[in-house]
Structures are given as structure tokens and as C-alpha cells.
């Protein structure tokens, strides 16, 4: 194997791990927000139910989710990592709409905060050494 298949290889494998652990930090999040939904909401809906709702909006808010951080941090070249990461939140924020409507304020409160940890925690760029952008000034 020649040194530039190596290089790509292992580019690749990094990439992928990069990924792979943006989507485990937002699932674990997301798990984390309905946990906290299940012990403070008064619904009368048992612990199991909750947490089955909580895995059916997985895929109603944590796939448009995973689908902007993605395609942002592989973008994301030429701003601030702090200023990315706010409009990142923004933009996350507005994934949770699904739970506008609910009954009680608890599930938008918390699948809300678990939107702006994940903002705060994505890995940024996914390429970090194609960033040209600045940090910290």
C-alpha cells in the first residue's frame, strides 16, 4: 500500500469516526432530554411509554438535527468556532417544533437544551485540517 492510499485511508477512518461520534453524543443527548421528561412530566403515561415517545421523536427531530449539524461542520470553514456554534444552536432550536404543541412546557424545555448542548459539543469543522477559520480572537 502506497503512502498516499494510507493517507486517504486513515482521512477516512477519521472522518468517519468524527461522524460516528457526532451522532453517539446527539443520541445520548437526546436519550438524557427524555429521561429528564419521563421524571418530571405529571403524564400518566408510564416510564416505558415515555421513553418509547422519546425514541419515536428521535427520528422526527434528532434526524433533521444530525442531517444540519452534519452538512454544517463539513461546510464550516471561514467563522469563528463560537460564532458557528451559536447559529448552529439557532438553527437546531428550530428542529424541535414538534413538541410546540404538547400539553405541558417540559418536553420543549428539554429536547430545547439538549439542541444548544449538542451545538455546544459538536465536533467543528469535521475536517480540521481543512479549517482556515479563526478561533478565539
Not at 493517507?7 to 443520541?27: D, I, M
Not at 421524571?39 to 444540519?68: C, H, K, N
Not at 451559536?86 to 438553527?91: A, I, K, P, W
Amino acid at each position: 500500500m502506497s503512502v498516499d492510499e494510507e493517507a486517504v485511508r486513515s482521512g477516512v477512518q477519521s472522518e468517519l469516526r468524527q461522524k460516528g461520534r457526532c451522532v453517539l453524543t446527539y443520541v445520548l443527548l437526546h436519550g438524557a432530554a427524555w429521561l429528564a421528561i419521563s421524571q418530571t412530566v405529571g403524564w400518566e403515561d408510564s416510564f416505558l411509554q415515555t421513553m418509547e415517545l422519546g425514541a419515536g421523536l428521535l427520528v422526527f427531530i434528532g434526524g433533521p438535527s444530525l442531517l444540519v449539524a452534519l452538512v454544517a461542520t463539513s461546510e464550516h470553514r471561514r467563522m469563528d468556532m463560537v460564532q458557528f456554534r451559536v447559529l448552529l444552536g439557532m438553527f437546531l432550536i428550530l428542529c424541535a417544533w414538534p413538541l410546540v404543541g404538547c400539553s405541558t412546557p417540559e418536553p420543549l424545555l428539554f429536547q430545547v437544551t439538549a439542541q444548544i448542548a449538542f451545538a455546544a459539543l459538536v465536533p467543528t469543522p469535521l475536517l480540521p485540517e481543512h479549517s482556515t477559520g479563526q478561533t478565539g480572537q
